[in-house]
């Protein structure tokens, strides 16, 4: 029956109306309700458990391709018996994702969760204070952080669902201290639900014995995504390292999680500066100015403006960063930066400084553009765009900037792997992202005015 169920929203999608009404007045009322909760019918293949006695099933895919649905659902079927009261084959279920807040806005009460995707008469409870979900038939389901590997010393639990293993601060901690506790029940089970990332607790886990996985891209699920969205994230990222791993969801066996390497740079150094149709600089400031304040980020780029913004090319000229100043000297080097390049733009980070970023560099010099910008995710997710851009053969470096190079092969899609804040890679991407994806965004909605 499963097998003849995996084609059959295929087989709908692609009747005439007369058939798919057929189809559909055949159906009692009782089966015509049930229609829409059963998601053998729906799913696409690699949303379906695989055959086999299998202990661990690792959904890998990419970036909107059904992961998240496809773990709630089995979950699901895990936990419901034949009526809303009856139990289950699991009763006691742990639910883990990369924090708290996360676990609870994906897998709980996201539009792929858990509560979204149950019937109405067997809809969970969500306990707040106990941070639980609690069915009509008596199982519960427990959240987890995996910042917080302890907590999982000590509750015990017949079925697991893991979301997003690659990205957890403390992956492998947290790992083995949810299999200490998987161990209710004649056979317990888990799910993976990923997109891969290449770290040591997933490369292991897929090697193991006992463990299956499918996968499918992105646009397995093109019917439920935007078309702007696949056309855009293919345009900028198709031929990409990050467009293999966040698109084709593939786990790429090379340098670790690294989002750029020094072969890359080099291949892209120059010695003599081309004709620049603009230059900006970029400024990512330190909370404090005292002598073991972090950097203040300063970065130079050219921008070569040709054609359509998405294939423009761009120069790093200068890392002009300064260590352990006060607010008003690193100031200084940045408006001289900007004088002595002729940049037409200079922008800073204000998300620590606020006014007092803006404030400052005009006290030095009134007459600058100058334009605040503002983070709204992490590092990581700002610097993966600008890496991009490099793989695409659209970045170069006019001769070596060491400091600069060095924090850039310490990014990596975990965090920044070295000491203290990378505020040269900060300023990089800042200046690359205003010169580069900023155009790219208007020229696709000119109603954009900040990423």
Same mark, same amino acid.
């Given at each position: 029956?499963?097998?003849?169920?995996?084609?059959?929203s295929a087989w709908l999608a692609c009747v005439d109306r007369d058939t798919e009404a057929a189809f559909l007045s055949s159906l009692n009322e009782n089966a015509l309700a049930?229609?829409?909760?059963?998601?053998?019918?729906?799913?696409?293949?690699?949303?379906?458990?695989?055959?086999?006695?299998?202990?661990?099933?690792?959904?890998?895919?990419?970036?909107?391709?059904?992961?998240?649905?496809?773990?709630?659902?089995?979950?699901?079927?895990?936990?419901?018996?034949?009526?809303?009261?009856?139990?289950?084959?699991?009763?006691?279920?742990?639910?883990?994702?990369?924090?708290?807040?996360?676990?609870?806005?994906?897998?709980?009460?996201?539009?792929?969760?858990?509560?979204?995707?149950?019937?109405?008469?067997?809809?969970?409870?969500?306990?707040?204070?106990?941070?639980?979900?609690?069915?009509?038939?008596?199982?519960?389901?427990?959240?987890?952080?995996?910042?917080?590997?302890?907590?999982?010393?000590?509750?015990?639990?017949?079925?697991?669902?893991?979301?997003?293993?690659?990205?957890?601060?403390?992956?492998?901690?947290?790992?083995?201290?949810?299999?200490?506790?998987?161990?209710?029940?004649?056979?317990?089970?888990?799910i993976v639900t990923t997109t891969p990332r290449n770290v040591p607790v997933l490369k292991t886990l897929l090697a193991r014995d006992r463990v299956a996985h499918t996968h499918?891209?992105?646009?397995?699920?093109?019917?439920?995504?935007?078309?702007?969205?696949?056309?855009?994230?293919?345009?900028?990222?198709?031929?990409?390292?990050?467009?293999?791993?966040?698109?084709?969801?593939?786990?790429?066996?090379?340098?670790?999680?690294?989002?750029?390497? #020094?072969?890359?740079?080099?291949?892209?150094?120059?010695?003599?500066?081309?004709?620049?149709?603009?230059?900006?600089?970029?400024?990512?400031?330190?909370?404090?100015?005292?002598?073991?304040?972090?950097?203040?980020?300063?970065?130079?780029?050219?921008?070569?403006?040709?054609?359509?913004?998405?294939?423009?090319?761009?120069?790093?000229?200068?890392?002009?960063? =300064?260590?352990?100043?006060?607010?008003?000297?690193?100031?200084?080097?940045?408006?001289?930066?900007?004088?002595?390049?002729?940049?037409?733009?200079?922008?800073?980070?204000?998300?620590?400084?606020?006014?007092? =970023?803006?404030?400052?560099?005009?006290?030095?010099?009134p007459t600058i553009n100058f334009r605040e910008v503002r983070a709204s995710v992490g590092k990581v997710a700002r610097a993966e765009p600008v890496a991009a851009l490099y793989?695409?053969?659209?970045?170069?470096?006019?001769?070596?900037?060491?400091?600069?190079?060095?924090?850039?092969?310490?990014?990596?899609?975990?965090?920044?792997?070295?000491?203290?804040?990378?505020?040269?890679?900060?300023?990089?991407?800042?200046?690359?992202?205003?010169?580069?994806?900023?155009?790219?965004? #208007?020229?696709?909605?000119?109603?954009?005015?900040?990423?």
């Open positions: 029956m499963r097998h003849g169920l995996k084609s059959g049930a229609l829409p909760w059963l998601f053998e019918f729906w799913a696409l293949p690699h949303q379906l458990p695989p055959e086999g006695d299998w202990t661990t099933w690792v959904v890998l895919g990419g970036r909107g391709a059904g992961k998240t649905r496809a773990g709630a659902e089995w979950v699901r079927s895990m936990v419901e018996g034949a009526t809303p009261e009856a139990p289950g084959r699991a009763r006691r279920v742990a639910l883990i994702g990369e924090t708290y807040d996360q676990a609870l806005a994906v897998m709980v009460k996201g539009e792929s969760g858990l509560i979204a995707c149950s019937p109405p008469d067997r809809v969970p409870r969500w306990i707040a204070t106990e941070r639980k979900l609690v069915w009509p038939n008596g199982a519960e389901a427990k959240v987890f952080s995996a910042h917080d590997p302890e907590a999982l010393r000590g509750p015990q639990f017949d079925l697991a669902w893991s979301d997003e293993l690659a990205k957890w601060p403390k992956a492998q901690e947290t790992w083995d201290m949810l299999q200490f506790g998987l161990r209710l029940g004649q056979h317990p089970q888990q499918a891209p992105t646009e397995a699920n093109a019917a439920y995504l935007a078309e702007s969205f696949l056309t855009e994230v293919r345009l900028r990222y198709g031929d990409t390292r990050l467009g293999r791993q966040e698109l084709d969801g593939v786990l790429l066996d090379d340098v670790e999680g690294a989002l750029w390497g #020094r072969p890359e740079i080099d291949a892209g150094r120059i010695t003599e500066a081309p004709e620049l149709s603009r230059v900006i600089v970029a400024v990512d400031p330190p909370v404090t100015g005292h002598a073991d304040s972090d950097a203040c980020g300063i970065v130079v780029v050219g921008i070569i403006e040709s054609g359509d913004p998405a294939c423009w090319r761009a120069v790093v000229l200068e890392d002009c960063s =300064v260590q352990g100043v006060s607010p008003n000297q690193w100031a200084n080097a940045a408006v001289a930066a900007y004088h002595r390049h002729a940049a037409s733009r200079m922008v800073g980070e204000v998300n620590q400084g606020g006014q007092l =970023v803006t404030d400052v560099v005009r006290s030095v010099d793989e695409q053969g659209r970045v170069v470096h006019l001769g070596t900037h060491a400091e600069l190079e060095d924090e850039m092969c310490k990014m990596a899609v975990t965090g920044y792997e070295g000491q203290g804040s990378p505020d040269r890679v900060d300023a990089l991407v800042w200046a690359l992202t205003e010169g580069m994806l900023v155009p790219a965004k #208007r020229r696709l909605n000119p109603a954009i005015r900040n990423l």
